[in-house]
């Protein structure tokens, strides 16, 4: 993925070193990308009762693990042979963290997907779909501007994606107590409503994840780590 | 902080002297602004005061209008480009270079408020204060014995021979090399190997109890082994003494130093706490060169 800000690793003395921090850049996203589309299609196989796609979405998960172990050994390799220092050091260490994120996600997707099918064996009419449909484009959309933050070095987006956190969960709170709400008017629905709750739980979590990420690259571009302080400090480090 | 799109590569030109751009449409962070320094570089506490220090070699200016504070009991590391200027400034605070006939240097050095240029200072004194180890361990060709002791005799630190026997084997333990010499105190110290050797002339160093110990690359000759006990010995001296290393290792730098200073021809460009330094360095000439972006 060529982008116009990859000089920022790409400048060393060792050319062997701008290959290895570039491999782990795009080994990064390339994860990410798979990632975010294990998300979608997870989605997609609950919504539309698709079995045959969740199933393959949760084949897909061994291939998310291994990539998470793959990328976890090359920033292992830099830290070894190179010991890198400043920006370098702050994107090696970002990505050993947020690669375990990425793979988090991986798996709040397979767990989305075995919802699916266990929802769609039971085959009764949908409740709360419209809300899963939402927050999924949600916190697919703040995956995606995290994963994008990180390719541009752009703090500024990446404390957009901070943001949007609180959103996510003020939804997930609402979408929680319209669920409430279809489980009081008829027991019989109760299962299937904490399936499709558990649903939105790992899609909130997704959410989480994905500001994790960006806090990350918030500190990989200014080196102020922002985590556990609130958007306003946040705000002062990326306005500098 | 939006200085990270950027890169710095090959050598700097210096058009004029003051504001020193380094490339063409570069943020204004990247410029080195003469006596100005990023950073920490003053202290509260401070064993060393030194402002406005210019060091001249012939009509050449090597160091360029530095002011800095070197605190007490602190270990501050020099880091910096072959050519920076570091050693010729850490040759100023004990005076070697008052051997090298074309060099002179300008500004105020004082240590402990006292001017350590004041032509009625005694140089053999200020030496004794403030002791130095070179990058070559360079024991005299006499026995490990005599080398340690070669200093309190000079000075005059002891009357008696127990007296003297006590400095020797202190010294020695301080520099971690007591076991190793102990039992072959009369051999000839160009005998021991190259670490043993450096450790002697620490020992050597502070055997006249000295308050600073200069240090220039201290560990460059040596193996990781002896590397790892002279900074073993830098973080136990570094309690009752002042010490200012050079180094270009920076990962020595960034493991036994409490400050790091970037020199950058001839000017001090940043001065900041060592976890600074290496994990989120103020000026991006500082990052270029940890990083491994030019040297």
Redesign the interface.
């Known amino acids: 993925m060529p982008n ?2 990859d ?2 690793y790409g ?4 050319h062997k ?1 701008n290959d290895e921090l570039m491999a782990l850049k795009t080994q990064f996203l390339k994860m990410g990308g798979m990632v975010e589309s294990q998300v979608g299609q997870a989605i997609e196989a609950l919504i539309d009762g698709d079995t045959h796609m969740a199933d393959e979405i949760r084949a897909n998960d061994k291939k998310v693990d291994k990539m998470e172990m793959d990328i976890d050994e090359e920033a292992t390799l830099i830290l070894a042979r ?9 994107l090696v260490v970002s990505v050993i963290k947020m690669v375990a994120d990425l793979e988090r996600v991986g798996d709040e997707a397979k767990k989305i997907a075995k919802l699916a099918i266990k929802l769609s064996e039971e085959g009764q009419a949908p409740r709360g779909y419209i809300e899963v449909r939402h927050i999924g484009n949600h916190v697919q959309n703040m995956l995606r501007d995290a994963l994008d933050a990180f390719a541009r ?1 752009d703090s500024e987006q990446a404390l957009r994606t901070k943001k949007e956190d609180r959103r996510v969960d003020e939804e997930y709170q609402a979408a929680a107590r319209t669920l409430l709400t279809f489980m009081m008017e008829d027991t019989r629905n109760i299962s299937r409503c904490m399936s499709v709750m558990w649903v939105l739980r790992a899609l909130e979590r997704v959410g989480d994840h994905a500001c994790n990420i960006a806090e990350n690259v918030i500190f990989m ?4 780590d922002v985590r556990h302080t609130p958007v306003e400090e946040a705000e002062k480090v990326v306005g ?1 | 902080m939006n200085t990270l799109n950027t890169t710095v590569t090959g050598e700097v030109q210096m058009p004029e002297e003051n504001a020193v751009p380094v490339q063409e449409g570069r943020p204004a962070e990247t410029v080195i602004e003469e006596g100005k320094t990023v950073g920490r570089p003053f202290a509260d506490d401070a064993k060393f005061k030194l402002r406005n220090v210019e060091v001249f070699y012939g009509q050449e200016r090597a160091i360029k209008n530095i002011s800095l504070d070197v605190a007490r009991n602190e270990v501050i590391a020099f880091i910096g480009p072959s050519g920076c200027g570091k050693s010729t400034f850490l040759r100023c605070l004990n005076r070697m270079n008052d051997s090298i006939d074309i060099c002179r240097v300008k500004g105020s050095l004082r240590l402990d408020d006292q001017d350590i240029y004041d032509p009625k200072r005694d140089v053999v004194e200020l030496r004794a204060r403030v002791g130095m180890v070179f990058q070559k361990p360079n024991p005299f060709p006499k026995s490990i014995y005599d080398n340690v002791a070669y200093g309190p005799r000079i000075h005059g630190l002891a009357n008696r021979k127990a007296d003297l026997d006590e400095i020797v084997e202190n010294s020695l333990r301080k520099a971690g090399l007591w076991n190793e010499a102990k039992d072959r105190l009369d051999a000839t110290a160009t005998g021991m190997s190259g670490g043993q050797q450096q450790r002697l002339c620490i020992a050597r160093a502070i055997a006249v109890s000295p308050e600073v110990v200069l240090m220039d690359e201290p560990c460059s000759a040596l193996d990781p082994i002896a590397t790892a006990k002279v900074e073993e010995l830098i973080a136990e001296l570094s309690e009752s003494y002042t010490i200012v290393i050079v180094t270009h290792s920076m990962q020595q730098a960034a493991r036994v130093s409490h400050r790091t200073a970037y020199f950058h021809l001839g000017h001090l460009v940043e001065v900041n706490e060592t976890n600074k330094v290496f994990t989120s360095p103020e000026h991006e000439l500082t990052e270029s060169y940890i990083t491994g972006r030019f040297g």
């Open positions: 116009q800000k000089d920022v400048d060393h003395i060792s070193f190179r010991q890198p220092t400043a920006r370098d050091l702050r070095l571009v200014e080196g102020e500098r």
